[in-house]
């Protein structure tokens, strides 16, 4: 017989079920934050521009559009735990495509790879997003997915402190020495330095195929959403997604909010070395809004739902990413770095606090609506690469108006960041009306 959830579920297995859930949430973590790192990496070695780069964070999100509605008519019919195992085993392969990709330097099977580990990805979040909102009381679940979130933003931070010395190390030099040798010995340096993701990623694929097989056996409790009726939150039963508003406006807010947090963590590294920073300096930068983001999920942690309910949280936070998204484009040098690391305190409670107020009251649907805001990851896909065409358009206007190229290159990296304000904008908007909306009469 299928287990409700309930707000008295604070047993000792789902003590061990979040344990678990936030262990899935360090993996992808871990992997998904390592662009930071790789996008100045493909850069370099496949000598690539700025928008084709984010070509890197567009390949791992725009999977979650391919892959989110089979996933969840995968979940459907396996459950949850085979559902995540399943995703780890496919992270597993993406990451061995890595292997042939740095023996032939060819970035579309680079990309590939990272493809392939974004349906993994896609897969697990599929699973876990839905399974840590219904493991106990609604009114928590922000609660529950800020701790899923301090358990992910670590592990990113650990991903782009070891992906950043492993790749970035010497890229300096290497880029300096590219204009000046010959074009045989520009392809050894290229190759030798494509060869360095080799050893990495076979020990991720390792560590995600026994991970697989682990969770297979871990004791992870089986349960559903409640009904609509069980939960009163309605006297009308409905019968098709179409007929929640409330969920498709969550939908585009997830959208946006994704785009704007990889914009904040991948695009930093690169906007660093843009202003005049070191390799060096800059591989830190993306671990400065990851913590800011672990910080306050650790707030969030303690606030809510006590002190502070989730769409007020979603107010703050959209209010503090317009601030910060102008501050940006205001200031320059390591400040302008510091308010883009920044946005890491506007982001964190952002996706815990949009799950449980757009799956509330979706009952036998939540599956599908689950589907939905994964496919929405795909912000992280299209509204980077945005990025990456307006600042390479703006340095072209700016180059042929007589500004040099470096300085041409950090004003545009500068001023294209008002993208994010209209992000933040609609954030603001599903947080003091759209999560409102449960009928298309209201």
Request: charge should be neutral.
């Amino acid at each position: 017989m299928t287990k409700v959830a309930t707000p008295t579920s604070k047993t000792n297995s789902n003590k061990i079920a979040i344990a678990i859930i936030a262990g899935l949430f360090f993996i992808f973590g871990f992997v998904t934050w390592i662009n930071g790192a790789l996008i100045p990496f493909m850069k370099t070695i496949n000598e690539l521009t700025d928008a084709q780069s984010y070509l890197v964070a567009s390949a791992s999100y725009i999977s979650f559009v391919v892959m989110a509605l089979p996933a969840s008519y995968i979940i459907n019919k396996v459950g949850y735990k085979k559902g995540m195992s399943l995703g780890l085993f496919i992270m597993a392969i993406g990451a061995l495509v890595f292997i042939p990709a740095a023996e032939a330097r060819t970035y579309w099977v680079f990309l590939s790879g990272i493809f392939i580990q974004g349906m993994g990805m896609t897969l697990l979040q599929t699973a876990s997003n839905p399974y840590i909102t219904i493991l106990g009381p609604i009114d928590s679940a922000a609660k529950r997915i800020a701790i899923m979130g301090i358990a992910n933003k670590v592990a990113g931070a650990l991903g782009s402190l070891v992906f950043g010395a492993i790749l970035l190390s010497g890229i300096d030099e290497v880029k300096e020495k590219l204009g000046i040798v010959s074009a045989s010995e520009k392809n050894e340096l290229l190759n030798t330095m494509a060869d360095s993701v080799v050893m990495p990623y076979v020990i991720m694929a390792i560590v995600l195929f026994v991970l697989g097989f682990l969770i297979r056996k871990a004791p992870l409790p089986d349960i559903e959403a409640s009904t609509d009726e069980e939960e009163g939150v309605t006297k009308v039963q409905k019968t098709n997604i179409f007929q929640f508003p409330h969920l498709w406006l969550g939908v585009i807010t997830l959208f946006f909010y994704v785009g704007a947090e990889v914009i904040a963590g991948d695009t930093i590294i690169s906007y660093g070395m843009s202003l005049g920073f070191s390799s060096e300096e800059a591989k830190y930068f993306t671990t400065y809004t990851l913590l800011a983001m672990v910080l306050t999920y650790a707030l969030g942690v303690f606030l809510i739902p006590k002190y502070l309910k989730q769409h007020n949280a979603l107010i703050i936070s959209a209010i503090l990413g317009i601030l910060f998204s102008c501050c940006i484009i205001a200031t320059t040098g390591i400040i302008s770095v510091m308010f883009v690391a920044a946005l890491g305190i506007a982001n964190a409670l952002v996706w815990p606090a949009v799950w449980p107020l757009t799956l509330e009251g979706l009952g036998k649907f939540t599956k599908t609506g689950s589907a939905l805001l994964i496919m929405a990851i795909s912000g992280g896909a299209i509204i980077p690469p945005l990025y990456g065409e307006l600042v390479d358009n703006n340095k072209v206007d700016l180059i042929l108006n007589g500004m040099e190229e470096s300085e041409a290159l950090s004003q545009a990296a500068t001023s294209s960041y008002w993208i994010l304000i209209p992000c933040y904008a609609f954030i603001l908007f599903f947080a003091l009306w759209g999560h409102k909306y449960k009928s298309w009469s209201k």
